[in-house]
């Protein structure tokens, strides 16, 4: 079995079948790419419903030259099979509002938990679009946190003890023979 992924128009090269013409009679024809019922918002968002678990997990990514979408997933899945929930283009917490409010509040509610990270938009997505739930901060966006203190507070005492040593060495160059030969 394969398990590394090859685009239909390198198959249809395999067999020596013309691979756009293959690529384009599977979309059109055996995908039901036509008859799919969210093409006609597909570019702006793609919800599935049926795919809300009660632990949701909800981040931004930029797909390619910037743009930004947000996606709703269910950690339940692990990333595989019905994992994805919503998927918006754009972060604005109105809209992002607006595509989940499209799903409705009684199966919004059955969430209990969801996962994302400290910025305040997704706070607000989460608090208005899932009222029932637990908002909880991503471990990995505290662990960041806590190192970066970590490292702001270890860089400080360098520089203290850097500064200290130089004015002991000032202190010294003052006087650095009359002050040992009066200590002995």
């Not at 690529?23 to 995908?31: A, D, N, P, V």
């Not at 992002?96 to 509040?105: F, H, M, Y």
Request: charge should be negative; include cysteine.
């Amino acid at each position: 079995m394969e398990s590394t992924p090859e685009s239909i128009r390198s198959i249809g090269a395999h067999y020596g079948v013309n691979g756009a013409g293959l690529s384009r009679q599977y979309k059109e024809i055996f995908s039901d790419y036509r008859s799919w019922r969210q093409l006609d918002h597909a570019e702006e968002y793609i919800i599935y419903p049926h795919n809300i678990g009660p632990n949701l997990a909800i981040d931004e990514s930029s797909l390619s030259c910037g743009e930004l979408y947000t996606f709703v997933t269910n950690r339940d899945a692990h990333g595989g099979r019905g994992a994805l929930v919503a998927a918006i283009r754009g972060t604005k917490a109105e809209t992002v509002i607006a595509v989940l409010e499209k799903i409705p509040l009684a199966r919004r509610k059955t969430v209990s938990e969801i996962t994302l990270d400290l910025s305040s938009s997704m706070m607000l997505i989460a608090r208005q679009s899932f009222p029932k739930a637990t908002v909880t901060n991503d471990r990995f966006h505290v662990h960041k946190l806590y190192y970066d203190a970590i490292d702001e507070l270890r860089i400080s005492l360098r520089w203290m003890v850097r500064d200290m040593e130089n004015e002991e060495i000032a202190a010294q160059a003052e006087n650095p023979v009359h002050e040992f030969r009066e200590k002995c």
